[in-house]
């Protein structure tokens, strides 16, 4: 009798220490975000203990106006929510959000119209869980451009080939003026998964957005073959999942990047 309860209790042992290990590494399908919601970053560092909504960046209409590079190489933005730590005084000072909302290239924090009288602007960023109506409609805004199947289901690299978009890649003061480098040709990368296609990476289609400096060095090694990663890398955020799952294309587009014909 005592050696069943034993075994019984060891068998409990057993599936319980499973069932964390399966809650660790399945789970339940998320609603997929709304178009106009996919990479848009809540900013809450200090807001919330300020007594103020947190701010909510639309990287939709940023990345139809600008380059990542110009935002995260020149502007000093960090690559994860939060990283930056951005205080009010910065954009008063013209740095972060400040180099471009200063009145003339984007909206002030506050304006004065032509009788004289201010109006604040602080609703239109700090946009959190208040019913906020905005100058730009994301659908209106978008329409007519081509389409892709995920993320805000818009596909940006075509839009930007099409003209639809024009990037800023520089501000006036800030950005350094430099020589152009060359291009290098396309890489191909072998995919260490049966019967999936060799990715094909472009480097001339991720230079009109992040430019050289975005990846490397401090993502990327600049030697090639030095860095070495794997799809749960990617999965977890890091390498091209730095852009890739939270901007970029998501990457269940699998077909994006392993697109090297089989045949």
């Known amino acids: 009798m005592k050696r069943k309860v034993k ?6 042992l057993i599936l319980c220490c499973a069932s964390f290990v399966f809650a660790e590494t ?9 178009p106009e919601e996919y990479g848009n970053v809540v900013i809450n560092n200090f807001s919330e203990q300020n007594k103020i909504a947190p701010v909510v960046f639309k990287h939709w209409l940023h990345r139809a106006k600008f380059t990542c590079r110009l935002c995260h190489v020149d502007l000093g933005f960090a690559m994860e929510p939060g990283g930056t730590g951005i205080r009010e005084q910065d954009i008063r000072n013209g740095i972060y959000c400040g180099a471009c909302h200063n009145g003339k290239t984007a909206f002030r924090w506050e ?5 004289g009288k201010i109006r604040k ?3 239109r960023c700090h946009s959190y869980g208040r019913k906020v109506e905005f100058k730009k409609d994301f ?14 289901r818009v596909d940006w690299l075509k839009a930007e080939q ?9 501000i006036e003061g800030i950005t350094i003026k430099r020589r152009a480098l060359k291009i290098p040709l396309d890489t ?3 995919a260490k998964v049966a019967e999936m296609p060799d990715i094909i990476f472009s480097h001339k289609k991720h230079s009109v957005w992040s430019g050289c400096e975005l990846c490397h060095p401090e993502i990327f090694g600049v030697k090639k073959g030095s860095t070495r990663f794997t799809m749960q890398d990617i999965f977890d955020g890091k390498y ?7 901007v970029a294309f998501m990457n269940m587009d699998c077909q994006l990047c392993h697109s090297k014909s089989v045949f």
């Open 188 to 190: 191909e990368i072998e």
């Open 7 to 12: 075994e019984l209790s060891v068998l409990a």
């Open 162 to 170: 099409m003209g639809l978009i024009k990037l800023k890649d520089a």
């Open 240 to 246: 091209c999942g730095a852009c890739h799952g939270k």
């Open 121 to 123: 602007n602080c609703d």
């Open 26 to 34: 399945f789970g339940m399908k998320k609603r997929a975000p709304r």
């Open 111 to 115: 304006e004065r119209n032509t009788i």
């Open 139 to 152: 659908y209106k805004f978008t329409k007519g451009f081509p389409r892709a199947r995920f993320g805000n």
